[in-house]
């Protein structure tokens, strides 16, 4: 069992920065994929960016490569997921997700992320 919980959400202008983290529990932390998923009123939800077990294999989803950046600390057993150049259509809820390969199990209750433009 894994509990997830997002932080770091919040209004920012178009071409600005945020930095979502996600703490999980446990000390089974390393074994599992991570991602970042988003959902935007309206709209399914989508995988932003995943990162494996060992972090040496991440994709990104094409409308945020070279903007996003993931990145995971198995020590802290947190997940990070840098936002640069944010545009108004990356307005969404960003979830945490917890998985054994692509099978996402667990799940933050997600952050609010408002880009203005």
């Known amino acids: 069992q894994v509990q997830l919980v997002e932080s770091g959400g919040g209004l920012v202008q178009a071409g600005g920065s945020l930095r979502l983290s996600c703490a999980a529990s446990?000390?089974?932390?390393?074994?599992?994929?991570m991602a970042w998923f988003r959902q935007a009123p309206g709209k399914e939800r989508q995988c932003v960016a995943d990162?494996?077990?060992?972090?040496?294999?991440?994709s990104y989803a094409d409308s945020v490569k070279g903007r996003f950046a993931i990145s995971r600390d198995n020590a802290k057993n947190t997940v990070q997921l840098q936002m640069n150049s944010l545009k108004p259509e990356d307005t969404a809820v960003y979830f945490c997700a917890a998985g054994i390969l692509s099978d996402y199990k667990y799940w933050g209750q997600g952050t609010q992320v408002t880009v203005s433009s």
């Open positions: 990162i494996s077990r060992s972090g040496n294999s991440i």
């Open positions: 446990g000390r089974t932390f390393s074994i599992y994929r």
